[in-house]
């Protein structure tokens, strides 16, 4: 690997440590650039600073969540959705919310490791429906990467040969709780299809990483390394090659550019003393999540490049979008009085369903899949949402009427939350605030948001299956159909921490940011390699595909600086 111009140059400058940003640091030290890291957030991994295994009432707070902690205490995530002098907008009369993490690894630290692989039919839509884009890339492009990918992080799964839900090269699947047998037996009986769950949690021993010993505790981060996270997976073997140097708490503010409109370097501000510095490189790698990546593109405005960088197009912050959700939950009757068993397994549900039906059928294009939750995990504060308004009890009580009580009706509900696909469209888009910064200055994101009537009637489509899949258990739901001016229930968007596009790919320069390779039409030396590129939002949780296209980004920055053509 030919190395940059000066010892103070790198070859590459990474923005962002997440999923993108570490699979981009592993493939590309492994290749022998030298390359730069520049994170926001305080150094973190999982073998130090998890709190697995520590009991609930450890704590005075009993594991009850916080601003800062939002899926609670013990949560592994610094961030949320408020982070105190960083904050944003959203244009009046609509709403957007904003999940970010600031630390190393980003949201890879508590993710649910659903690691689900986009379909052949996921690359190419519009063709089929003619709703939305097709992608640049198909299937073929990228499925040697989510081999490289399964093959390195780990995944547990079920050969099904479903067309547009491809297998991976998989770890055997956990065995289905008990609860879970019983939701597999309703969806058999109503036709729905009901599989293994597809999570990044090894069931075998890999790669040096031990097999999950199944504490349930995957949000907590994994201190013996079983399941993925970017610290533990990809940037201590980058740190390994002595080729990555890690700067902790620098917030980029600008990607900066020469003379010949070429980037040359990242300016960022140390945030331990609140200082302006700079990085140079000879190539810029974005990978700070979808929106961070656009802003930093907004923001970073030159003569030769007066709308923003890469953003002669003016699609910068468009085409965002996020998955669809909703959720019910039931009361199972049939589920009382268990006898105690064990039903320990990995941080996540070990069965879910893929999408089934035919769209054809249907008054919405696009699917979506369920996720299912319930069951005997520890309990922790507010845990069964107060026992005096659940259906089976008798009101709450005192003593030994309580605690009976508890055991009664602990383990009888059962969620299900459906995840699906939305179609791009022209009003959910950021943008610079005119007006607002954040504590160092850096002008702050505005946000529009509206979903269309194909996202309601998806949702409402998903309410009525779940209430339909309770009532085959002989259950009740508890709460009420939501209505159409309730939305169905759906999830205001960026709820689903999906955030995807903003600086989607494309063969044409005049609509899209980056070309298939997610290189920069604008500026041959500028890539990206998180949820920016996504063309479309399939019912699939995208990180699986953020991690493929980035070793595929990283393999062409590779290929392009051992040619030096860059
Ligand atoms: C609770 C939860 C559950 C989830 N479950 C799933 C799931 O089951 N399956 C799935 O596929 N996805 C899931 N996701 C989504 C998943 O976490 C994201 O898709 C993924 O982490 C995105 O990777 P990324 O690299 O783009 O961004 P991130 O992981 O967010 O990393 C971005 C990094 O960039 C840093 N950064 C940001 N701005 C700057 C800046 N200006 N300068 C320097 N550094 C910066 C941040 O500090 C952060 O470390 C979940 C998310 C959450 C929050
Ligand atoms: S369930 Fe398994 S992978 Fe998850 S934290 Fe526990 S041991 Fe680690």
Redesign the pocket.
């Known amino acids: 690997m030919p190395s940059g111009k000066s010892s103070n140059e790198y070859d590459v400058c990474i ?8 699979m981009a640091a592993y493939v590309l030290t492994q290749a022998g650039a030298r390359v730069v890291m ?4 305080r150094e973190w991994y999982s073998t130090r600073n998890s709190t697995m295994l520590r009991w609930v009432y450890q704590s005075p707070r009993r594991g009850a969540s916080t601003r800062e902690r939002p ?1 609670g205490e013990f949560d592994a ?1 610094d ?1 949320g959705w408020e982070i105190p002098g960083e904050p944003y907008t959203t244009a009046p009369g609509t709403r957007f919310d904003w ?10 630290n ?7 692989r986009f379909g052949p039919d996921d690359f190419r839509r519009k063709s089929i429906d003619g709703l939305g884009d097709d992608w640049p890339i198909s299937y073929e492009d990228i499925a040697p990467y989510y081999d490289r990918v399964d093959r390195l992080i780990g995944v547990f799964g079920s050969r099904e040969g479903l067309r547009n839900d491809p297998d991976g090269i998989f770890l055997p699947p956990p065995k289905p709780r008990c609860y879970e047998l019983l939701v597999k037996q309703t969806c058999d009986r109503l036709g729905i299809t009901c599989i293994p769950a597809r ?1 990044s949690i090894l069931t075998r021993p890999l790669n040096g990483r031990p097999a999950c010993h199944y504490c349930g505790q995957c ?1 907590r981060g994994c201190a013996t390394n079983s399941n993925f996270s ?1 610290p533990a997976v990809l940037i201590e073997p980058a740190l390994r090659t002595g080729r990555l140097t890690l700067i902790t708490n ?4 600008e990607v900066t550019v020469g003379r010949d409109g070429l980037a040359t370097g990242v300016s ?1 501000i140390d945030k331990t003393t609140g200082e302006d510095r700079h990085v140079s490189a000879r190539i810029i790698v974005l ?4 929106c ?1 990546t656009a ?2 593109l907004l923001n970073s405005k030159s003569s030769l490049f007066p709308q923003g960088l890469a953003n002669s197009s003016g699609v910068v912050g468009k085409y965002l979008t996020d998955t669809t959700g909703t959720d019910v939950v039931g009361f199972i009757p049939k589920l009382m009085d268990h006898v105690p068993h064990n039903e320990d397994g990995v941080g ?1 549900g070990h069965i879910y369903m893929p999408w089934w039906l035919d769209n054809k059928k249907l008054d919405f294009p696009r699917g979506y899949h369920i996720e299912v939750w319930g069951g005997l995990g520890m309990p922790s504060y507010g845990f069964m949402g107060g026992i005096h308004r659940h259906p089976g009890g008798s009101g709450g009580g005192y003593g030994k009427q309580l605690k009976d009580e508890y055991r009664r009706l602990y383990g009888a509900t059962i969620g299900f939350s459906g995840r699906g696909e939305m179609i791009p469209n022209e009003n959910c888009y950021c943008e610079l605030d005119p007006e607002v910064v954040d504590q160092w200055g850096i002008p702050v994101l505005r946000f529009h948001w509206k979903w269309s009537d194909y996202e309601y009637n998806q949702v409402k489509h998903m309410q009525e299956t779940f209430r339909a899949l309770i009532a085959e258990m002989g259950g009740v739901p508890l709460s009420p159909m939501p209505t159409r001016e309730q939305g169905y229930g759906i999830a205001p968007g960026g709820r689903i ?2 955030e995807l596009g903003t600086t989607r790919m494309g063969n044409d320069p005049r609509t899209s940011v980056l070309n298939r390779f997610c290189q920069a039409h604008d500026v041959p030396n500028l890539f990206v ?3 920016g590129p996504f063309v479309s939002q399939p019912d699939k ?4 595909t ?1 991690l493929a296209l980035a070793w595929r980004t990283a393999d062409y920055i590779t290929t392009l600086m051992k040619q030096r053509a860059i």
């Open positions: 923005v962002g440590s997440g999923a993108g940003g570490g520049l994170e926001a957030g899926f995530c961030g999940f970010r993490a600031r630390m190393l690894g980003g949201r890879t508590h993710w649910g490791r659903i690691s689900l999570l949000n970017s620098a917030m980029a503010r960022y990978a700070a999540s979808a961070e802003r930093l996540g921490i999906h390699a998180d949820g949780n995208p990180t699986w953020i």
